[in-house]
């Protein structure tokens, strides 16, 4: 597959909890702030929801960057979700990032449902960091590349 | 017989791997020797085995068998392969040299495996008789001479010199396409070597295992024996021994969906997994003892029932070292010894 | 020891204490110890060891032999002793069917370690003081038990039994130990560098899953990796992703509950440092969430069981230095 | 003719009928309208999905069927699940025909023969059964004797009432396992109802169905008079390859792909009971 670097667009896997960063991207919709296309959303109960396997598998499948979003610490619809998925994550983080696996392609951020600019600020944000890193080549599956 | 001073032996190789490839066994990180794809420059593992055996050359862990594309209601079916290059294996041992013609009567028996016989063809194989046995070693037990391996072509390694002699013609090719590094060589060291190999292997720990209580006329006996149980009983159930194991062959194919399209794999498996046998409807062989029977019967009894009293074993005792619990197929012939009669 | 050992497990037989024994069986060499139960004083004699080869922890065999009739006997070394509480704490053992003796260890090696240091051929090993005197086809070798010891027993976090019913002999203390020294020297290296090292590492991976199927942590009913649906059930590894999904999900999986037994290095055929993983969450859950030792006692929820309001964000990460 | 086992071939579904609440009959051809391959009745074929998975069906038309073949399937699996899914015209893929189906042409040949099935058990019995009835003159009298759960379950009931049981020489027995309105058969398992009936011990017979039938009709069988050697029958177990080389199908040394699927129970008993 060739890949042009100019025109390298990555794929981003965004988890994002339902109740707040699930309405918060809404928000973002209805108030009509841009962020990439390429930001795939995966609703999710809950950012505790998210498991290892799921970050895994999505960069197997082709993302180049991974974005788990979930309500603020303390706001949790089922009150205590996002604290258990904040340990998880920092120690998966922690750990793709010890295998060497670039550890800006992984990011997790809270967003409240009020916060619809912030959900497209970070989506830029987190898009334009996952650009210039490139293409996601050391958790990729070379079977799911090939075409 | 010609032969080459071991300070050549990057001569050798480089001449080997002139247009097509040429692995040998060379030390990994870890210290342990594996077969690898020789660079100007590799050294030769000074180690006895390799860690793996040789049969992935063949058989590899896990090969593309067919892609399939889908649309809608109809299937598009790809045969993936594309010509594989020539390639030489050096140094292999006599007892994964003989592994080798145990798998062939597997892969090889109709309906050939199409994918197995490409590699059998495009491969040669380059042995090395053995100079320092171990006492993990009891190949002489099913037969094999470690001093005189079977291959295409056979080297022996004295103090300071490779002898190598071809043995068939893709041997002769191999030893024509380096010939420009080796000088005739005389048979006498080569000898020496041999007759000093030989007074090492009575002495072996495992010298005097026995096959006598076992083969294909010894089914039900072994098969019933209560002994399978505590020699079981601390099976860890993975499947170490399997994939050490040179004449390990049994098999999974497996699908894998990619996104754009289906690639149905073979990969290694092994009897002692427990999913091995599974159907939507229950499994026969629930308990790992029945799995650890039938890895067991499989070589000692099954295989040699259906190829005129052949073993399906080499001796090359990968597994005594490698098991984490240390249990192996010596432990069990030797407690099964008498079981039949 | 070992005579002491033998004795003590008879009487208990004898009195009715236990009705079997979990131990560790002389095998055709010196090395090759199989873990086995021993139902009779006859069987004790006949076969039962306890050398520097027993390095086999059999806490995760309980699981299974503490549901059978009767109560067993088992030996544990400290470092078992760790397993045991972390099995007990999880409910997977039942404590009441197991009676425990401590048993001292001074680290344990294996064939397999001797082997990388040259010494092949083995036909005897003698201990005699610091050193193993090795009897080969070739001759004789003489080397250091701090030479021969694999990484595990070499930075041994504990002596002290943590667990037991009795003890045979003295109870040491936990002990300073530098196990974190490797992992310190990874996150000192560039991600790039890391990458190759795991790369390397990981590449060599089988899937035999022998480090699973020891692990004293690993006792799922059904693991995740033997779903058919999982795409990867039990099966080799068809793309380095899935070497590397193996790994990070099993270790994580065992996160904060993992005691650094190191059983998944010992067993490994391919000698991956897979402790280095495991490792590596034990330092960072010390380092984010205060000092824990899995099976340290049997009461403490584990780390990932639990949490604090003030915990460090995911963004810590990227916050420490290196790239 | 095999020349590359493990690349299937191309199969299209005609038609699906729905025979039980959870049995299917699937008709299949090639891409080009004709069979796949030619076959002996008991002989089976690896359908698949691709990443759904492979396995191993008894075919369950008769050779003698020039048009197309047939697959009567049991929705228990993951693949079994997907193909009572699909649509007619879903493409498939297909390899065998693998096996060693059962002696048609010598140990059949001018006997009386007894077919005894359980449920889904009929479905390899139907290939051998409608190959007798093309080739009624080299075969004696045929008894079928079959039962199911209940009346739904009988599997092909309108070709058994409209067809085997209008031919002269067959006589079919059925039996569903509890009392049922509608239905004025015998009621009662198989095993008890084949004693009943205590058929003529000069019969060569064929037996398929669940183990446990498998196992009391054996005994009853026996206890009739019947030898081992008197008894066929064909085993199904997991299945990879399809040709005795992935190591998995064994019954002690013979590996039901190839050395099977159909065993006389005088081979079946030199093995370990292990299926």
């Known amino acids: 597959m060739q890949v042009n670097e100019k025109e390298f667009k990555p794929t981003i896997v965004a988890f994002c909890c339902n109740w707040c960063s699930y309405a918060g991207a809404d928000l973002a919709g209805t108030n009509r702030l841009n962020y990439p296309a390429d930001v795939k959303i995966i609703r999710v109960p809950c950012s505790c929801r998210v498991n290892p396997m799921f970050i895994l598998r999505a960069f197997q499948r082709g993302a180049d960057g991974v974005i788990m979003c979930g309500c603020h610490p303390g706001d949790c619809h089922y009150t205590t979700g996002n604290y258990y998925a904040r340990r998880r994550m920092t120690l998966l983080f922690s750990m793709l990032d010890y295998l060497g696996i670039e550890r800006e392609r992984t990011r997790v951020e809270w967003v409240s449902a009020a916060e619809g600019a912030k959900f497209a600020a970070t989506m830029n944000e987190f898009v334009e960091t996952v650009t210039k890193l490139g293409e996601n080549k050391r958790l990729e599956d070379l079977r799911c590349k090939e075409k | ?341 | ?323 | ?275």
């Open chain 3, 1 to 323: 020891m070992q005579g002491k050992m033998i004795a003590r497990a008879k009487e208990l037989l004898q009195n009715g204490t236990v009705n079997r024994v979990i131990g560790w069986k002389a095998g055709d060499f010196a090395y090759d110890i199989t873990p086995a139960v021993f139902n009779s004083a006859e069987e004790l004699d006949a076969g039962f060891v306890y050398n520097d080869f027993c390095g086999a922890n059999f806490s995760k065999y309980l699981v299974k032999e503490s549901r059978k009739e009767g109560k067993i006997l088992v030996f544990l070394k400290p470092c078992d002793t760790y397993s045991f509480n972390q099995l007990t704490k999880e409910h997977r053992i039942i404590r009441d069917n197991i009676y425990v003796v401590g048993v001292p260890c001074d680290g344990k090696t294996d064939g397999e370690t001797l082997k990388l240091k040259g010494i092949t051929g083995i036909t005897g090993i003698k201990t005699e003081g610091d050193s193993f005197v090795v009897d080969t086809l070739y001759g004789e070798k003489t080397i250091a038990k701090a030479d021969a010891l694999p990484e595990r027993c070499l930075s041994c976090k504990s002596k002290k039994h943590v667990a037991y019913d009795e003890l045979l002999g003295e109870d040491g203390e936990v002990c300073e130990s530098n196990r974190f020294d490797m992992v310190e020297k990874l996150e000192a290296m560039s991600s790039e560098e890391r990458f190759n090292f795991w790369r390397g590492e990981l590449s060599r991976c089988i899937r035999c899953n022998a480090c699973r199927n020891v692990c004293p942590a690993c006792t799922c009913e059904r693991c995740v990796f033997d779903n058919d649906n999982s795409g990867i059930a039990q099966k080799a590894a068809a793309d380095s992703f899935e070497e590397n999904m193996f790994h990070i999900i099993r270790a994580f999986h065992v996160a904060g509950r993992c005691t650094d037994c190191g059983e998944c290095s010992r067993v490994c055929p391919q000698n991956i440092p897979l402790h280095l993983l495991n490792r590596k969450f034990i330092k960072d859950i010390n380092e984010f969430y205060g000092e824990f030792q899995a099976g340290e006692d049997t009461e403490t929820r584990a780390p990932l069981n639990i949490f604090d309001t003030e915990d460090v964000e995911p963004s810590v990460v990227y916050e420490k230095g290196g790239n």
């Open chain 2, 1 to 341: 017989m010609f032969k080459l001073s071991l300070n050549n032996l990057n001569d050798l190789f480089k001449a080997a791997a002139e247009g097509g490839a040429l692995y040998i066994p060379a030390d990994d990180g870890a210290g342990q020797a594996r077969f690898t794809r020789w660079c100007d420059g590799m050294e030769m593992s000074k180690a006895l085995k390799t860690v793996k055996s040789a049969k992935e050359f063949f058989f590899p862990q896990t090969e593309s068998l067919v892609d399939f594309k889908m649309k809608g209601k109809e299937i598009e079916i790809i045969d993936p392969r594309t010509e594989s290059e020539d390639f030489v294996v050096f140094g292999v041992r006599a007892c994964d040299a003989r592994s080798f013609s145990i798998l062939d009567k597997v892969f090889l028996a109709d309906p050939v495996d199409t994918y197995y016989k490409s590699r059998r063809e495009h491969g040669t194989i380059v042995t090395m008789a053995c100079s320092r046995p171990e006492e993990t070693c009891f190949c002489t037990a099913f037969g094999v001479d470690p001093t005189a391996p079977e291959g295409d072509a056979v080297c022996y390694m004295t103090e300071d010199e490779l002898f190598i002699e071809a043995k068939t013609e893709k041997g002769t090719a191999f030893v024509e396409k380096v010939k420009a590094v080796l000088t005739d060589g005389d048979a006498a060291p080569v000898e020496a070597q041999k007759a000093a190999v030989k007074e090492i292997l009575p002495k072996l720990p495992l010298a005097n295992l026995s096959t006598d209580s076992f083969g294909g006329d010894k089914l039900m006996e072994l098969f019933d024996s209560p002994k399978w149980a505590e020699l079981s009983a601390s099976c860890l159930g993975c499947g170490t021994c399997t994939f050490v194991c040179p004449t390990c062959q049994c098999y999974d194919i497996r699908d894998f969906e990619t996104g754009h399209g289906v690639k149905r794999f073979r990969c290694w498996d092994s009897c002692m997994f427990s999913d091995f046998t599974k159907m939507a409807h229950g499994n026969p062989r629930l308990t790992q003892l029945e799995r650890f029977r039938q890895r067991f019967m499989h070589k000692l009894v099954y295989f040699p029932a259906n190829n005129d009293g052949e073993f399906g074993c080499v001796g090359c005792g990968r597994c005594l070292s490698k098991c984490p619990i240390s249990m192996n197929i010596v432990k069990v012939m030797k407690t099964l010894e008498g079981e039949s009669k």
């Open chain 4, 1 to 275: 003719m095999i020349d590359e086992t493990l690349i299937p071939k191309l199969g299209v579904v005609t038609d699906i009928r729905q025979d039980t609440p959870d049995v299917k009959t699937f008709r299949v051809v090639g891409t080009d309208g004709k069979k796949v391959f030619e076959h002996i009745p008991g002989q089976c074929a690896m359908l698949s999905i691709p990443g759904v998975g492979e396995a191993m069906f008894s075919i369950t038309s008769s050779p003698t069927n020039t048009e197309f073949m047939e697959f009567s399937i049991k929705k228990c699996g993951c693949l079994t699940t997907w193909l009572h899914a699909m649509d007619v015209g879903q493409q498939i893929t297909i390899r065998g025909p693998y096996g060693n189906g059962f002696p048609v042409e010598s140990a059949f040949k001018g006997k009386d023969l007894l077919f005894i099935a359980g449920g889904i058990g009929l479905a390899p019995l139907r290939s051998v059964i409608n190959y007798i009835r093309d080739k009624r003159d080299n075969y004696g009298k045929v008894q079928i004797i079959y039962g199911s759960r209940s009346m739904d379950d009988l599997v092909d009931y309108k070709e058994i009432i409209d067809e085997w049981m209008a031919d002269d020489g067959i006589e079919v027995n059925l039996t569903i396992d509890r009392e049922q309105e509608g239905w004025n058969g015998h009621v009662g398992f198989v095993p008890n109802y084949v004693k009943e009936l205590n058929p003529d011990l000069g019969k060569t017979v064929v037996m398929c169905g669940p183990p446990i039938m498998i196992k009391f009709t054996l005994g009853g069988l026996k206890e009739l008079g019947f030898k081992e050697t008197q008894v066929f029958t064909t085993m199904e177990l997991r299945m990879k390859c399809g040709v005795g080389k992935c190591g998995r199908c064994n019954i002690g040394s013979k590996y039901v792909c190839k050395d099977g699927p159909v065993f006389r129970f005088d081979q079946l008993s030199q093995l370990p009971n292990e299926y």
